[in-house]
């Protein structure tokens, strides 16, 4: 099966999942579309390669004092990552970071529903950050809302749009406190998402330093 991914990671969400910095609801969240996705998948071997060889070389001192900039031109003078790890095969909805949670695939989530069709499942991952399944049906909405902390949703089934654009099956959106929108899934499919929030109160320049612990390996 072969997907157009047009909404990716970005750079500082690879960098700190590559770091294994990232609550485990975001690390999830990156695992899963990684596995859905050659494009990331490639780009997070580059911050692994890189990543391991700053370690190799000690130069720890010098990157250091470097800029998040500096570290992207290595990555791009380091020229193309190995081959990058296979995408596991995809059977069924879920991929396979995610079946690992529900403990197979989407017969064995334990919906709830949240209103106006809309179900959700969270998944058991530590407490600084939230990861739950959602269900929304095929034309439902999701409530307008706005973000008080980082929001990832990445879709596994159907699609949806918002005031951003539209989402289709592998593309993840990553939102922030910026941003006030109302998710509404395409008319053909019910929409099946992997959405990831960090506990409110502790966003606060929580983003920017997410590439921190990776600039000091
Ligand atoms: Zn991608
Ligand atoms: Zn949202």
Redo the contacts with the bound molecule.
Sequence with gaps: MKET?KH??TDALLMAYSAGTLPEAFSLTVAA??SM?D??RARLGAFDSVGGALIEEGETAALSQGSLEDTLARIARAGPPEAPRRAPGRKGVLPAPIRDYVGGDLEAVHWRPVGMGVKQAILPTAQDASARLLYIPAGAAVPDHGHRGTELTLVLQGAFEDEVDHFGP?D?EVADEELDHTPVADIGQDCICLAATDAPLRFKGWMPRLAQPFLRI
């Design positions: 991914i990716h990671l579309h990684v996705c494009e990331c592998g993840i």
